[in-house]
């Protein structure tokens, strides 16, 4: 089992920054492939990043490329979102979620996903 707990969210201004964190405990977090999740109100969860167990492969959705970096730091078993230039449409919950194989993460099939950080943007 790996259990995975957000941080991070909260009510920012258009064209602000936040950093989520997704702290990991359990399983060996190095063996996981990362992803970032969301989902507004009314709409399917989407995904937003994902990257690998080293770190050295990223993929993000179109919608947030050159805004959202993904990164992790296993020797503290965690993983971040940095959001900038942050749009009213970026309001949702994030998630974030974990499982063996990248593409896995990228097509949203996790096996653990944490409880969600709320993330609004006022305009």
């Known amino acids: 089992q790996v259990q995975l707990v957000e941080s991070g969210g909260g009510l920012v201004q258009a064209g602000g920054s936040l950093r989520l964190s997704c702290a990991a405990s359990g399983r060996t977090f190095s063996n996981y492939a990362m992803g970032w999740f969301r989902q507004a109100p009314g709409k399917e969860r989407e995904f937003v990043a994902a990257?690998?167990?080293?770190?050295?492969?990223?993929y993000y959705a179109d919608s947030v490329k050159g805004r959202f970096t993904i990164s992790r730091d296993n020797a503290k078993n965690a993983v971040y979102l940095q959001m900038n230039s942050l749009k009213p449409e970026d309001t949702a919950v994030y998630y974030c979620?974990?499982?063996?194989?990248?593409?896995?993460?990228?097509?949203?099939?996790?096996?653990?996903w944490g409880q969600g950080t709320q993330v609004t943007v006022s305009s």
């Open positions: 979620g974990a499982t063996n194989l990248l593409r896995t993460v990228v097509g949203g099939k996790c096996d653990y």
């Open positions: 990257i690998s167990w080293t770190g050295g492969t990223t």
